[in-house]
């Protein structure tokens, strides 16, 4: 098996660590794996690909090395301010810098690339297969707009995470305030402690609080090896019906049930003819194990 | 007191257990309490006469045997995939094994079905009456679509739940995907992980993520006490409030807050006008219980 | 520095315990703070100034005396049922006990008054800075409505919290029914047991259910310290910021993703400009601690 | 061909003028076709067996006699205001004349008085199959709930149409003030003129504010010949190709286009598969007539 | 009859010309009725006072003068650009000339300031009584905001419209670009056109566009002769019947049909009790004119 | 002047017939201008361009060659059904010919190309500058999807128009259904008689109907010179007044007003701080033409 199509990556490891698992590893160690331009070009090239690549079925997200999932506060003197290089951003033309005089102006050249970027994390939310977000170290700033977009959010014990726009004066902007209350279940007071304040929060005040759904015990080859086995177990089942769920639950938010209800009927009377139903069906009866075609 | 013109039942038992109170009672322990065809009809019929007869205030949902709320995974030979009876549904004329060829017409058929049979959970969802569902032992499938449809979740310690769709090829039909963002709280990790997996999880799993608000320490019988206790008390209470409550509750899902504080105040310019209002406020003066009319 | 424009108040204490901090104190203790007709005005009035007032950057909300934040159930002879004062109520020229004989004119006057009351405590939640309710002791009914409508809820451990409207014959309508699910994170189970039943519940219960985000050990004085501590802390961030947050995630409940990401960035297009982009990074850079224009 | 399973009707002549097109005729002309309680269930029946009816792909609603669709002002002694039989009304057990004295209870079974009459109404609109309300003479009151609730209206030049309900001192309440703003584009000056006012309009008007499509030349004879012209060319059409095209523009309504287009994705998945467009291709370059299976 | 508590006011006349019908007339005509600082504060005033008047039951809103309902371009030297007053607005203190440097600090008073004048517009929206319109001359710029905001609108043939915004270099922001959609239909070409480009257009065309329902042949006085008309016909219906009629078709806007109907259904529970339809009913059959109560 | 970085193109001509304008024209007049594979990906390159590039103030977009805008019916031996060309759709892999036997992938497969194609139709209606369409000749299917998304459409007196979806056994599914409402107004008796019949209408027709705001006198030269005009009318217009009116409009779609109401001051609270307000004031009260930076 191999992916198809996949462009050669320079910030990101992409790897097939068993059948129909993909596991997409943030590779900038160095910088805490801090983001920078030709990074969101990667990313959103990666999981457009893997949305639609018959071979996957589960994706892993993870940040390389020991200290970071993403960004990062200060460290030693260059610093990876919520999860964007500032280096890198004073070096680069970004529209906060160019000699654009007339706010306005400005305004719409911020509105675009504002668009750009949480163009990037949606292709992360849009992605047609399961993924799941292994968290440890670092997890600042674009780490929780980015796990935000993944369905499940595992992480380390020694994890820290923070929403941190508010430290560099900006309201979280390409994703997190969106995503946030849908992932934790409402705009709850702990919400808006977090983001008003930015301050750092736990592993465990992560999990009390539902934006993660398991804190694994040790250290970060721990998460991966349980991030692997639910990825596996995932992709045992009918990806028509582990797609089909994922498409459905996503597009419940802000809506009405009624309208879920219609929503999930349409989606179903194309959906049911599967072969995946009796099969499924059929190995449950026969106790096997079922194989499914590959979507 | 007796209950209004309710068909004669082959797969319920509804009784009243204190004044207002009536219990329904999934009656197939044989069969884990699965579903076919005839009990979706006397479901419905159920909900819709309890929704408006005026000697019920509060209503609780059980399942006969000591084995399950409804569904159930294998047991013995017979199966009772996901709270539907496979075998009764492999006789039956299931638009899955239907004739049909071309896959529109199959789709429309399809629709049409899972239409309906979302119109009965939704008249449990619909029922004016506060509902508490009480689980114990199996509650798989259908069993949370059915719970999620009432106001409240008790269950008992051994209660094993399940979003099972997805390990028979589906995503859930009629009625998981829509309302359990809403009664857990969002989208969360935990919500993905027990939906795309469709592993089983606990009764304190379910406490702790909100599916249940209450473990009864002990078994069924200690569980149907808790219940109803819960529902003499709301039933002792202004029928317009309690109603009114959680006709709006619910119409607040998906709406901006303004829309419902708008709709709040038009439902209760109708209803303000109550004589419960002077009943309670009286009784609360005069430290004595209110009576209040039939509703 | 001082507030501006603020009128001589009766009902109320404000006072500046810290820069940029306003400690707002609900004051008629001899009555557990309960609210009666001139007391809405006040409270209006305030919040509409603070938010405004460039010198105002956080917002503690709490109740005088040791036995409530407000309202409370009969104490003695006079009771202060759901946080309106019975005996004031009485007295006043209510619109329930006006002489309109006509149900659909008097229902029109209902719901005139409704509409004006929850333009009160809207007022409160409309607010462009961030505030805090401190609860302690009874905080019933309105109190419930009042401190839905603040971002975050800290309280003492001795707090006696409870959705009392449906003792009192009507379904909450000053904003309880529209704002609690958005601040617990939707219509679970819990929310529909409290606000059915009226039950009063503990300050553990109410951070369990995520009503509120922490529970104080000790007093009011080290709820007080608390809270104090944290509006500090948010008073210490770049307004712009602090503010823009609180919009966006006030603006995101009720909507979808898509139409949040698409506002979050008119939003910011707005708002990237700030000088307080620069001072807080170079700050961050320079491991100093930013200030703020006022705003 | 023959309709099947429909029940036998009083006040309902259902007929097949042509193949796959049903006319069915509200037959109670000496009252203008003004409803009362028996003619509500039969009007449901009938549209709910007509939607699913394979050997239906278009229906036409028209008004026996030469004086009325449905309803009109006093003739003669006796009235049928707002297309209800006021005599009926008045002998009837409606929830205005009941002995219930709480206003609040009255306030509960009104509303799920009026539900059930929306239902009846949203019966027609939820029809699967195209349908085309012929309007002539009296079109009053209900006459303009149920035309609305039609796919396409035609006039004959005589037709007197009113939304009467301001005339007997009530807001249009089963479905005219919901779906009059859907079907003639938008709350206009003209919308709000004639259904604050309930004064008459002519066929003329009713075209240039486009509430009907079209008015045809002649009496009532022309205007069910042309009626009759379209529906046979609807029927000549692709079923599923036509019920999917109604299907989505009535989910358009209220909704974002983004919600939309997905929507219609969403439709499509299941129906492109569809033997009718492989039949209609081919007959398209063969320039046969296709025709198309049962749906 | 004299209205209730109105204060004394500037620049408007406020008259009584008929029993239950107000006429308010914008009283600056040597500007062209423009609109500057106190105006605003008197338009709320007037319009939040008659919501609730029980005097009244229909509005008529006007411009004095011959030349304008209000705003007017290049007139003389002076110019009333877009219905704004650009003398006054260059001496005041507004937002856009304040010597606040920071975009972001700019913004937020831009917000606030253009919040406080769409609250003005929204007052007249909001106004549970129906309102008129009456167009003549120039009516630019805010014209087309304020009239969009009221429930009808007719015109003089000579009539000048235009919605001016662009031509100052910005998008009009206190209503039109969000009403006029509402009020003529959808973002139809023609107004993508007139809005686009700032160019005027005639009665006629506003006509054909549905942003006016009637055009009277012949002058002012003709208007004001025609808008008094239908004003007292209004007045004579139910109050109960025409103001919840009005709240219904506004709350219609952005909704889908389901949501709708259940809005009327709570609407009506609470107003069907009404004495107006008795009153109504029983005047229909004794062909008399009926009389309601205050409201 | 020249544009920038546009790819080069093979089935379109892109020209600059005035400064700031430019004319998008389909190329491909043999085959009626219907479109294949490599079209959409030329045509969305094309308008993601020009959304950006700030020498680009107004687009039209017509057909080459006298028989057609797109699309077009049989005509000789070739048929163009529905805009599409079917000829090049049999020879290419599309999905509905692909051997993927289970109807669910194929379903899936579907989809994904669905939201493909609407993807570049949506880039039109996304493009920030505002679009016309200039309509002449056969403008079948597709040609309808696409003039819906631009901003104005005109048509020569000879245009034949069609929803033609139906005639090919499916629901229109590129754009149509979602935005025809829109752009006419609601989901009128005439959009149902189109949409469901597939009947061809006239110029006239279109006009009536609003789906055209203008019918010009003449053949395609007069209307192309016309089209001309109007897009140097809007592009001497300031950029950020024009863009934002038409972001503001669109967003207005499927959302209330007080949904509307805020938008539109959050994003003129960026906006208005644009030199072109000076800029324009200045000219008016100078009698100026002015100039406006670039955007």
Same mark, same amino acid.
């Given at each position: 098996?191999?992916?198809?199509? @996949?462009?050669?990556? $320079? ?22 794996? !801090? ?9 959103? !090239? %990666? ?11 589960? %994706?892993?997200?993870?940040?390389? *090395?020991?200290?970071?999932?993403? !960004? ?8 990876? @301010? ?12 970004? #529209?906060?810098?160019?000699? &654009? ?7 719409? +050249? ?48 020694d994890t $820290? @995470? ?6 560099? *004066? ?9 995503? +946030? ?9 702990? &919400? ?15 999990? =009390? ?10 250290? =970060?080859?721990?998460?991966? $090896?349980?991030?692997?086995?639910t990825a $596996?177990?995932?992709?045992? =089942?009918? #990806?028509? !019906? &582990?797609?089909?769920?994922k498409n ?5 938010? *802000? ?34 194990? #079922?194989?499914?075609? =590959?979507?």
């Amino acid at each position: 098996m191999a992916l198809r199509t @996949l462009p050669s990556l $320079k910030f990101f490891n992409v790897t097939i660590p068993a059948q129909y698992v993909v596991h997409v590893e943030i590779n900038r160690p160095e910088k805490l794996n !801090a983001f920078y331009g030709p990074m969101w070009v990667e990313l959103k !090239a %990666i999981f457009d690909q893997l949305s639609h690549d018959p071979d996957v079925r589960a %994706i892993l997200l993870s940040g390389a *090395g020991d200290r970071a999932f993403t !960004a990062g506060e200060m460290i030693n003197l260059t610093s990876c @301010l919520s999860g964007l290089d500032v280096e890198q951003a004073a070096k680069s033309n970004s #529209p906060l810098s160019t000699g &654009v005089p007339d706010p306005s102006r400005k305004a719409a +050249l911020l509105r675009r690339h504002i668009l750009e970027l949480q163009d990037v994390i949606t292709s992360v939310a849009r992605c047609e297969k399961p993924t799941i977000a292994l968290l440890h170290g670092y997890t600042y700033g674009l780490g929780i707009d980015l796990s935000s977009a993944c369905d499940m959010r595992f992480c380390a014990k020694d994890t $820290k @995470l923070c929403v941190k726009e508010v430290d560099i *004066g900006l309201a979280a902007d390409v994703g997190t305030l969106s995503r +946030l209350p849908k992932v934790v279940g409402g705009v709850t007071s702990w &919400v808006k402690d977090v983001c008003l304040s930015a301050r750092p929060f736990s592993a465990d005040e992560a999990l =009390k609080n539902n934006f993660v759904s398991r804190v694994v015990d040790g250290g =970060k080859s721990e998460l991966l $090896k349980e991030g692997l086995e639910t990825a $596996k177990y995932l992709a045992s =089942k009918s #990806p028509v !019906a &582990v797609q089909g769920t994922k498409n459905i639950l996503d597009a419940s938010w *802000g809506r009405t049930i009624d309208d879920n209800l219609n929503y999930t009927a349409v989606w179903n009377m194309g959906m049911l003819q599967s072969s995946d139903v009796q099969r499924a069906m059929l190995s449950g009866l026969q106790k096997r194990t #079922p194989t499914f075609e =590959k979507l």
